[in-house]
């Protein structure tokens, strides 16, 4: 599944700590985040010691099952601290975009605009920059079939552009995977993406394994991934593990970005304290049990502007980590190692390629199938 936004140039310029494992141990996560008097800190303190696992075994399971509940917790815990006199003497103060977030961040019942119309997406069923994406997608390793569906996921451009929305709903008529909702499709927005796309898939995909989200300007070797993840289902106690499967380009230990020019700011008295370890949003896979798990845990979670790091925030709370793999290239190739044969067999994702390059690499794929087939994916150091 992938999101149809390209979006995120640079994870933080963390790659270099991957497979630290501090900031993720689920008590260190807890204690870490008891202090603090930034905004969102504050707003989680009041769900989290009620949800706590430590502090009180019994409220775990509480509320899954009656979603008022939670909701009820989330809007009182936000009326308390927005009310708070630090809070508005600061709210001014705060980046434009992030008093949009706050404003917003309680909000997350955005009805669906466009929704495909097969049982959980497209799947053999057959200008504007994201259309060629999706276009060269549909057309490539996004192809349908057997055990591939396919939704791109959007919200409103902010320009209200008949023609656009004219040609985005001819596009869904025809292709049949296009889900959109009625928000606008900003940045800060993307946590409200996944999200929504946990509940539209808790209703629409039950018998799926796994969920793969992108961003629209990535390669995929379907082949490849759809092989890898055969092999997880046929490891033993695959049922166990596939509860927690997440895998990916994994960053650990990353600390906010303080610099406020850059797209991922975030200032202090908004958050304070390290990201957990996250997946990198730009392609990232996920077993369909931990998808609804997901969902659920969302539910206890206020809205966190930057998604990855959000899904992040998820997987601590479900004591849950995800699993680095080298083949995500969300940084390209190293070196001259692209040149070789047989080297988009070595990989599950690169990022980022423009249509055309996606539709070149798919034949080039296709081409030298059958003598790379045995290239085993990269590994960690190679
Ligand atoms: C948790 O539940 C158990 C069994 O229902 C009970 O014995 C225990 O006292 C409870 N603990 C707390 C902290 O409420
Ligand atoms: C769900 O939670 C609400 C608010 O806390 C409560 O009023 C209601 O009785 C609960 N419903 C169930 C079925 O537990
Ligand atoms: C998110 O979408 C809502 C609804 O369209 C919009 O009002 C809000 O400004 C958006 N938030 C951000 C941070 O862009
Ligand atoms: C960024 O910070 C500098 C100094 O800390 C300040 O002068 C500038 O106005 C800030 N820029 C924005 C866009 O907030």
Not at 177 to 202: A, P, R
Not at 248 to 273: C, H, L, Q, T, W
Not at 362 to 379: M, S
């Amino acid at each position: 599944r992938w999101k149809g936004r390209r979006r995120r140039v640079a994870h933080f310029g963390l790659d270099a700590v991957h497979f630290v494992a501090s900031g993720n141990n689920p008590k260190t996560f807890w204690a870490l985040h008891q202090h603090g008097d930034a905004f969102w800190n504050r707003l989680q303190r009041t769900l989290d010691n009620h949800f706590n696992p430590i502090l009180r075994p019994n409220n775990t399971k509480r509320g899954f099952e009656n979603g008022t509940f939670n909701e009820s917790l989330l809007a009182q815990g936000f009326s308390e601290v927005i009310n708070l006199d630090s809070t508005r003497r600061n709210f001014d103060q705060l980046p434009q975009q992030i008093q949009e977030f706050i404003s917003h961040m309680q909000r997350r019942d955005y009805p669906a605009l466009l929704q495909p119309d097969g049982v959980c997406g497209a799947g053999t069923k057959e200008t504007k920059e994201n259309f060629l994406n999706r276009l060269a997608i549909r057309r490539t390793w996004g192809e349908g079939g057997g055990y591939v569906r396919r939704v791109f996921l959007l919200g409103k451009e902010s320009t209200e552009d008949r023609g656009v929305n004219a040609l985005l709903q001819m596009e869904s008529k025809q292709y049949g995977d296009i889900l959109q909702w009625d928000f606008k499709d900003t940045f800060f927005n993307l946590t409200l993406k996944d999200v929504l796309f946990w509940s539209w898939f808790k209703r629409s995909c039950s018998r799926t394994r796994f969920v793969f989200k992108g961003d629209d300007d990535v390669f995929v070797n379907t082949p490849k991934m759809i092989s890898y993840l055969r092999d997880q289902l046929k490891k033993p106690q695959a049922h166990k593990t596939l509860r927690d499967f997440m895998v990916g380009d994994v960053i650990a230990a990353a600390v906010p970005i303080r610099f406020n020019e850059s797209k991922y700011f975030m200032p202090d008295s908004f958050y304070k304290g390290f990201y957990p370890m996250y997946a990198g949003g730009g392609g990232v896979v996920y077993s369909g049990l931990l998808a609804k798990r997901l969902h659920d845990m969302s539910k206890r979670l206020n809205l966190f502007p930057i998604d990855d790091v959000y899904v992040g925030m998820c997987m601590v709370r479900l004591n849950a980590q995800p699993v680095h793999h080298p083949a995500f290239l969300t940084f390209d190739f190293p070196n001259k190692e692209e040149e070789e044969l047989c080297s988009y067999h070595t990989i599950l994702l690169v990022h980022k390629r423009s249509p055309d390059e996606v539709v070149k690499l798919w034949v080039h794929v296709k081409k030298t199938q059958a003598q790379c087939w045995d290239v085993p994916l990269r590994e960690a150091n190679k």
